[in-house]
């Protein structure tokens, strides 16, 4: 990837948290993690290596080790990160590392201990504080997400019903890229309220699972951020900036045990491996430059972080290590991988009046309903004047924000109560009136007691207007106004200075660094020798410097194939058990399933390119069932099946009673009692007589039979009709 002018580096520190109890109990001595802090880099002993192979050194933006504060962590890597967001840039930090390894608690921390307070609290302290100190002519919405990526399934923590909730879809649009379809976001206008957010959603997270530890090692937890920020620009209109913000609680790195297990856990491990080793193919391509194609869409994980990766975000990945020997093998991979990601470049750029800033709609409704209140005094203003007599004057303070609510709602109130005394005092002068007839006045009366009545429900939509008003209004944070304290002056001065320590051993770092670098060049071309013995030493000195690089070099080579080996070796296995269970799969199906079912199956399957993955069918689409009922042949209107003309007509005569059936499923119940005549013997001895049809139940029925077909329209009982009717209505306009 070419470096451009806006491109900059994924900043990566490494964290080591201090050996506990029990590995301290457990091993020899001491870690084998030790840090160098000034330089910023981890020195790493093969446990198992002979005392002569040379440790392994790797180096970073920053390392903490395990004597690190979370203070010191927010400040110096997080803090400028929060910072950029809040000016409108996308910013992402992830935990990534071995479960146990300090993740959680360098993302969340303790909250009740202010000094072990994660990132994710203190940075809800840094923007909230940044809003209330910024000046008063921006305005702020801060909305909230809680997600979790959980067998390759997107799961929103802040759904009431997350438990039994279906997985949310990814969906991508090319002005704000990939997000999250249907994804609860909370607008939050505290500290507490954020912080209340986020409980709710770690609440959800440990409901779900019967071992919160072991869940969490499983899944992958994303807490979204966004800050839009309104403020005039020079040109006079208001300029929407918008930050986005992820803070992300990645899965244990380590690989997940495969071997013996099979099914639902086969499967489970397979694709929390496969998010993490599609998370490292992504680092991969990008590091290596080279690459044209960077698989994102190999898994959920990925496509979400698309930005935070080689794209318009500012990133900063925190790796987490343990310092106990037994694991060696997963701390180097951890800090393998954290080296490779050092080398992606991300185009970060400032979300300028983004088309999905909600602000500006918010800003938009409060503008509408801020105009429908004015509309309402003018009104009643209006009002008051025809009532009082009274001239009319506009108070011109109509378009001055402020206080505007309050005062409109006061001087609805008021109104309100003048005219509802008015309109007292004039019932009560047509009681008293003994002019009018006792009729006269009931009709006045009652018309008062409407009168009243509409202005009560006036009112109270006045009121409704007001409190939606109120509540638009409150969503948005004015800059500079909740400032209540007297110690915010000192303590802005003393995070400045805090700033300026971290920035200033930030840069020390970095020379340092470079230093080191340009020591080793520089050195040759400074030596000068005496004499031809002295050069022979220098030489053989650097010589066996070099030598000793190339070895590291060698063994790191040799390393790294192994690993390649072994994840290859995995890979295959996975592959295999994979194979397996298809064979089964399709044992079964080519056995016990038959074929014209098989087929059925195979017809409704698609693939959903957008979901990467196969998807049935619904048996009736659901927008083409219009179109089926369409299809009727005009002949059907309003009637159960077509009927020709003649049969019509026949109906109609109630002549043939090949015709009288017509339509039989929309008879009703013959409620007439059975026909129990004791049988009259001598009846049928009269063969002339023939049975009498006039008195028989059936003609009842035809004829009921029959008045129906006359009038089919007039049956509203059945849905079909309904349906027909409209089909009827619709048909020739669709035909045309
Ligand atoms: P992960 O989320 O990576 O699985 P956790 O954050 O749950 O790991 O950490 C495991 C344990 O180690 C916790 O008890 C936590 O308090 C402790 N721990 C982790 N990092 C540190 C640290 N830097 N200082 C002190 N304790 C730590
Ligand atoms: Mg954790």
């Known amino acids: 990837m ?11 520190v490494v964290r080591c948290r201090p050996l506990n109890r029990r590995e301290e109990s457990n091993g020899p001595a001491g870690g084998i993690v030790q840090m160098d802090l000034r330089l910023g880099q981890v020195i790493l002993r093969n446990p198992r290596a002979p005392p002569s192979e040379p440790q392994k050194t790797f180096t970073f933006d920053a390392v903490y080790d395990a004597n690190s504060k979370q203070r010191d962590l927010y400040d110096e890597s997080v803090r400028p990160l929060i910072d950029s967001v809040l000016a409108g840039f996308n910013g992402t930090i992830f935990a990534y590392g071995q479960t146990g390894t300090g993740k959680t608690y360098t993302m969340q921390g303790a909250w009740m201990d202010p000094e072990k307070r994660g990132v994710i609290p203190n940075a809800f302290d840094h923007i909230f504080t940044h809003i209330s100190r910024s000046q008063s002519d921006k305005q702020y919405l801060v909305r909230a997400s809680y997600l979790e990526i959980y067998r390759e399934e997107v799961r929103d923590l802040l759904d009431p019903n997350h438990g039994n909730a279906r997985a949310l879809e990814l969906r991508e649009n090319p002005d704000t890229g990939v997000y999250v379809q249907d994804l609860t976001s909370c607008v939050c206008k505290s500290i507490k309220e954020i912080e209340e957010v986020m409980n709710v959603g770690n609440q959800a997270r440990a409901v779900g699972a019967t071992d919160m530890n072991e869940h969490s090692s499983r899944s992958h937890a994303l807490f979204l951020i966004t800050v839009e920020c309104s403020q005039p620009g020079p040109d006079g209109r208001k300029h929407i900036r918008v930050g986005r913000l992820n803070l992300v609680d990645l899965a244990g790195s380590e690989r997940q045990a495969k071997t013996g297990v099979q099914g639902e856990r086969l499967k489970e491990a397979a694709k929390i491996n496969l998010s993490l080793s599609a998370l490292g193919n992504v680092i991969s391509a990008l590091a290596d430059g080279r690459s044209s194609h960077v698989p994102y869409r190999d898994s959920k994980l990925t496509r979400l972080l698309q930005d935070s990766l080689g794209g318009n975000a500012k990133t900063v990945m925190v790796a987490t ?29 400032v979300n300028e009046d983004p088309k999905d800033a909600l602000l500006r709609e918010f800003q938009m409704e409060i503008a509408r309903l801020r105009a429908q209140l004015n509309h309402r005094k003018w009104r009643s203003q209006q009002k008051k004047e025809l009532v009082d007599g009274e001239g009319w004057e506009r108070d011109g303070d109509e378009d001055t924000e402020g206080e505007e609510g309050e005062e409109v709602e006061k001087e609805a109130e008021e109104y309100v109560k003048q005219e509802e005394q008015r309109l007292e005092r004039e019932k009560e002068a047509i009681r008293g009136d003994r002019s009018l007839l006792a009729e006269e006045k009931q009709r006045l009366l009652g018309e008062k007691e409407r009168m009243m009545g ?5 009112q109270e939509a006045a009121e409704q207007l007001t409190a939606r008003y109120k509540a638009m209004e409150s969503k948005l944070l004015v800059g500079g106004k909740n400032i209540i304290d007297h110690t ?15 920035e200033q051993s930030r840069r020390e770092r970095e020379m340092q660094q470079q230093m080191l670098v340009q020591d080793d060049e520089t050195l040759e071309l400074r030596e000068t020798f005496t004499s031809l013995q002295q050069e022979v030493e ?14 590291c070099i060698k063994a790191e080579i040799q390393d790294v ?13 996975t592959q295999n058990e994979l ?14 399933i038959p074929p014209e079912e098989k087929n059925k199956i195979m017809n409704r399957l698609t693939f959903d390119p957008e979901e990467d993955q196969w998807k049935f069918q619904p048996l009736v689409p659901a927008e083409s069932k219009s179109l089926q009922m369409k299809k009727r042949p005009t002949s059907a209107v309003g009637y159960k099946r077509p009927i020709s003309q003649y049969a019509r007509v026949a109906i109609a005569m109630g002549a043939h009673s090949r015709y009288r059936a017509e339509n039989i499923m929309f008879l009703e119940l013959d409620m007439t009692p059975p026909n129990t005549a004791s049988l009259d013997r001598s009846a049928e001895a009269d063969p002339n007589q023939s049975p009498s049809l006039d008195n028989s139940p059936t003609k009842d029925r035809v004829r009921k039979s029959r008045s129906w077909c006359q009038t089919p329209k007039s049956i509203t009982s059945s849905s079909s009709n309904v349906s027909l009717a409209a089909c009827h209505t619709a048909t020739p306009a669709a035909a045309q």
């Open 2 to 12: 070419s470096k451009n002018k806006s491109s900059e580096s994924v900043k990566v």
């Open 321 to 349: 290590l343990g310092p106990a020997p037994q694991h060696y093998d997963e701390t180097i991979t951890t800090l393998r991988y954290a080296n490779r990601a050092k080398n992606i470049q991300n185009q970060p750029k």
């Open 454 to 458: 509409d202005l009560r429900k006036e």
């Open 488 to 502: 915010n002056e000192q303590q802005k001065m003393l995070e400045m200075k805090r700033n300026e320590i971290a």
């Open 538 to 551: 220098a030489k053989t000195k650097k010589l066996k410097k070099l030598y000793a690089k190339l070895q």
């Open 561 to 573: 194939n192994d690993e390649h080996v072994r994840s290859r070796q995995e890979l295959e296995q």
């Open 579 to 592: 194979t397996r269970e298809l064979k089964f799969k399709y044992l079964i199906i080519e056995n016990f």
